[in-house]
């Protein structure tokens, strides 16, 4: 499976980076705003325009359940 | 202030080391899937639903209450909620494996109950089939998961040593939601449970609930049945949730066979019900949680203790270990770097894995970009999430690279067929397929059974989760179906 064994190499290398980079992590994280936020997340926001233009209340109140466990 | 870790261990193999068969372990998650209908021209009940979406079952097998060809369970639970029992697994991955594999088949069924739904209830009804934890009106349910353990585990020792662990493991494992009010919590089931452990079933929410029935010889095992995790839609989240306890769990039993102590001591909270809830409204980690012993420990701190005794004892003992788990070292990495994210506020890198977190990141870039966005929208972002049937959110943030995958497709597709090969569920999976293959066969099955009739009757005790390999008494009952054929 070559996808599986990627993700866990890149979380093996990314490791060692995070290390060092951890002493200047919160300072940058205290600068970011916008930009750093939505690194990405712009597309994502696209693809779900249009769930924006359901009734939402309808949405969730419509979800009701009971019993289980 | 938690402590940092600068090493890393890793799985090393020794020659002629005899294997420690205290560590091995079967595993399973049991899912329950919420039901909704938007959009149809009159509204059906969830009942309706689940019952479209049971009817190729029950067409196969006369019952909405199955066993599937991968070995796992798939049943209507009270109340119309789908659900899916995961086939025993020896290895997280593999339990993954086939949780994944049971979100597919969810997601399928709904596919085709929408279909024919949309003929009587109008051409934009569309089925949602939520793997979250909560509902609209406040009703809770459950992802339970399953831990086989040797039977002389005193449970009071769980009580003090594993539920700190799960308390707090939250900071990773927890699915995130917000409440009408716009409070966000980490985890989903948080306000819905209360004693730490108890043999309670229903009307209190235990956290590890030990009603007795082991599904393997019982003189040997108990079944730990852990009911305080959230429905994760992360596969990494799934693998790490089940990772990190199974490697506690490992340290616990070591500890109890050869009389040592397990480092866990001093980690018992005063109230875990309490506790629970300050974990999940405390993104920090820093929120200070009462000790039974006195004074007090952070989420984060208790984290820590338990990363390091595991990654200590995964250093020393890597050979019995590798055995059954070649990939301990990747989840001490995963965890370390969790537990850093949440100390610097490192939102961003959690999103990547951490369910929470990723929808909580969405949400905020959400609101920049939509500073009135209601609350109610919020909401119903938080339940598409976890909608496998028509979900929009999660396959975004995983095209768009925003939340990893661990499992290719192709490997769940897989999964939906093929059970884990080293466990029990190799002979049910095999005896399913077969006997769905049968005409004019009867057959049943249940954990630690499989019974077949068709000109002849037979059935066969599969008492040892960990036999993969046929009894006499399994062949018998194959040939039965075989003669049919």
Redesign the interface.
């Known amino acids: 499976?070559?996808?599986?064994q990627e993700?866990?190499k890149?979380?093996?290398t990314?490791?060692t980076a995070?290390?060092e980079q951890?002493s200047e992590?919160?300072a940058t994280?205290a600068s970011t705003g916008?930009s750093?936020?939505?690194?990405?997340?712009d597309?994502?926001?696209d693809?779900?325009e249009s769930?924006?233009e359901?009734n939402?209340?309808?949405?969730?109140?419509?979800?009701?359940?009971?019993?289980?466990? | 202030m938690p402590q940092l870790r600068d090493s890393r261990s890793r799985v090393s193999r020794s020659e002629a080391h005899p294997v420690d068969y205290s560590l091995r372990r079967i595993i399973g998650i049991e899912t329950e899937y919420g039901i909704s209908v938007t959009g149809a021209e009159r509204d059906p009940d969830p009942g309706t639903v689940a019952m479209l979406m049971f009817r190729p079952v029950v067409a196969a097998t006369r019952s909405t209450n199955t066993y599937v060809r991968n070995g796992s369970r798939l049943y209507i639970d009270v109340g119309s909620h789908p659900e899916y029992a995961t086939a025993e697994a020896r290895t997280p991955i593999d339990a993954l494996r086939m949780d994944a594999a049971g979100e597919l088949t969810m997601h399928r069924m709904a596919a085709d109950a929408q279909t024919v739904l949309r003929r009587e209830y109008g051409p934009h009804a569309t089925v949602h089939v939520y793997k979250n934890n909560v509902d609209s009106a406040g009703h809770s349910f459950g992802c339970h998961e399953n831990y086989l353990v040797r039977r002389d585990i005193p449970l009071d020792m769980l009580g003090r040593e594993f539920v700190p662990f799960l308390v707090t493991r939250q900071l990773y494992a927890g699915a995130g939601t917000w409440d009408a009010d716009g409070n966000f919590q980490l985890s989903q089931r948080a306000d819905f449970l209360d004693d730490a452990i108890s043999s309670a079933t229903t009307r209190s929410r235990p956290m590890i609930n030990t009603r007795d029935e082991a599904l393997a010889d019982s003189d040997d095992y108990r079944r730990l049945h852990v009911i305080l995790g959230d429905s994760n839609r992360s596969q990494i989240a799934t693998w790490m949730k089940v990772t990190t306890a199974h490697l506690v769990l490992c340290v616990i039993e070591y500890a109890v066979h050869h009389g040592m102590a397990t480092g866990f001591e001093g980690m018992e909270l005063a109230d875990a019900g309490a506790a629970m809830r300050a974990v999940s409204r405390d993104r920090t980690g820093m929120a200070p949680l009462a000790l039974a012993g006195g004074g007090t420990k952070c989420a984060l701190e208790i984290q820590n203790t338990y990363l390091r005794v595991v990654d200590r004892f995964v250093r020393e003992h890597g050979d019995d270990l590798a055995l059954h788990m070649a990939d301990a070292p990747e989840c001490l990495e995963l965890w370390a770097k969790a537990l850093d994210a949440v100390h610097f506020d490192n939102l961003t890198e959690l999103s990547t894995w951490v369910d929470w977190a990723a929808k909580l990141r969405f949400v905020d870039s959400l609101r920049i970009r939509h500073p009135d966005v209601s609350m109610a929208k919020i909401r119903q972002f938080d339940l598409d999430y976890h909608d496998v049937a028509n979900g929009r959110l999660y396959d975004s943030l995983v095209s768009h690279g925003q939340l990893h995958k661990m499992l290719v497709d192709s490997d769940v597709e897989k999964a939906t067929v093929t059970p884990p090969s080293d466990t029990r569920a190799a002979l049910r999976g095999a005896f399913v397929a077969k006997a769905l293959d049968t005409p004019n066969c009867t057959w049943s099955a249940d954990w630690t059974h499989v019974a077949a009739s068709v000109d002849d009757h037979a059935e066969a005790e599969l008492l040892d989760p960990f036999r993969s390999a046929p009894t006499p008494e399994f062949q018998i009952v194959m040939a039965v179906l075989d003669a049919a054929r």
Do not use: W
């Open positions: 499976m070559p996808q599986e993700s866990r890149h979380a093996i990314e490791g995070a290390q951890k992590q919160k994280e916008y750093d936020l939505a690194t990405g997340l597309s994502v926001l693809d779900i769930v924006l359901d939402a209340e309808e949405y969730v109140n419509h979800f009701v359940q009971k019993g289980g466990e």
